[in-house]
């Protein structure tokens, strides 16, 4: 069974076939219209974990603020980590960082929606747009 006819049929196997045939220079064997695609969605996979751990920190940076007297260790923990994941994501693949600024003004409202829901606070609670800097969102020693 050729590299292209596994793709459908064993994906693991297609991805060991394909492997092997790059490796050997093989290329003229090996299934590269699926491989091309392949690796331009690990690049989507990569910007959609960017964007979904940027909402979860600014939804927890909005809930933060708006509850004072609700802020507990989770909180913060979420904080942390969501800093810490978008961190590495960015240390591998710093060209996301652009991405991280433009999308911010899309992501904040859906965060916002997020915070307000979590809370039980009117939408009008929060901002139209988001209140901070994407320095400031990522900065380890920031809490509004």
């Known amino acids: 069974m050729s590299a292209k006819e596994l793709y459908n049929r064993d994906f693991f196997e297609w991805t060991q076939c394909n492997a092997a045939l790059l490796r050997a220079g093989r290329f003229d064997q090996a299934d590269i219209e ?12 990569d910007r959609r974990e960017m964007v979904s751990r940027l909402q979860v920190l600014v939804m927890h940076l909005l809930k933060w603020q708006a509850q ?7 909180w913060e923990d979420t904080i942390d980590t969501q800093r810490d994941e978008i961190a590495l994501l960015l240390q ?6 652009s ?12 965060a916002a929606r997020k915070a307000a829901r979590e809370t039980r606070l009117p939408n009008s609670s929060f901002r139209e747009d988001c209140p901070w800097t994407i320095d400031q969102i990522l900065d380890p020693g920031f809490l509004p």
């Open 68 to 74: 004072p007297e609700m802020r507990s260790p989770s």
């Open 92 to 97: 591998d693949a710093p060209s996301l960082r």
């Open 34 to 45: 699926h491989l091309a695609e392949e690796i331009e969605d690990m690049g989507k996979r």
């Open 99 to 110: 991405h991280v600024e433009r999308i911010l003004p899309q992501l904040y409202p859906k």
